[in-house]
């Protein structure tokens, strides 16, 4: 299914999960990395597109993921015509994207490649937000780089709490004359594998209203 213009709809997954680190999926039998990603077929939206591609390859279920936010508008990239079967040039010119951007609400085990006879990828694993596009196939590096920038600003805000918790127990243990990273005089203060710890609600909105301040310097 082509647009007048010869472009297939289709939709991006940038997958999120607790450290804002994104699914990064290796090509099957290829050295490239890549977002998931589809063709929306027809009398689907964009939307439903999604769901069906982020279980046939990535194996997850709508109960797995938030939506954080999706592109405005399509975002574009030609394919080269050595990538363009003959029988489709001269009509079929790329892709037109909506990227959406998803939360992890499950866990890593409820991911799987193999969710059905025909995977996209024979490995993955989480990446800090910016990947390197330089192992991303070149001619869609830009679409790449236009949706990590236009979702960005919708990023949960995880590592700012974080910040601020850190700050919060450095002064609290400096004031008592504490190891800064202790919960006693050189002890060691940590948080069991896997656990989070939220501050006192007023704490985190007083938080959230410092790290914007900040934001514009």
Not at 41 to 49: C, F, H
Not at 202 to 209: F, G, H, T
């Amino acid at each position: 299914m082509l647009d007048r213009e010869g472009f297939r709809p289709n939709v991006g997954i940038i997958l999120l999960n607790q450290k804002n680190q994104v699914f990064w999926g290796k090509r099957i039998r290829t050295h490239s990395w890549q977002f998931p990603q589809g063709g929306i077929d027809r009398g689907e939206t964009p939307e439903q597109a999604m769901y069906r591609e982020l279980h046939e390859e990535v194996g997850l279920h709508p109960e797995h993921v938030r939506i954080v936010a999706r592109t405005r508008d399509w975002l574009r990239y030609e394919v080269p015509d050595r990538y363009i079967r003959r029988d489709a040039r001269g009509h079929y010119k790329g892709q037109k994207q909506i990227w959406f951007l998803l939360q992890l609400v499950g866990q890593d085990w409820h991911l799987n490649l193999r969710a059905t006879s025909h995977p996209e990828f024979d490995a993955w694993r989480w990446n800090e937000y910016w990947v390197p596009l330089d192992v991303v196939v070149e001619f869609k590096r830009g679409v790449y780089e236009m949706a990590l920038t236009e979702l960005s600003r919708f990023l949960p805000r995880f590592e700012s709490r974080n910040r601020f918790l850190r700050g919060s127990i450095r002064q609290q243990h400096d004031a008592q004359g504490m190891s800064p990273h202790g919960g006693g005089p050189g002890g060691m203060f940590e948080l069991p594998p896997g656990a989070t710890f939220d501050p006192d609600p007023q704490n985190s909105l007083r938080a959230s209203d410092g790290e914007a301040g900040h934001a514009g310097h």
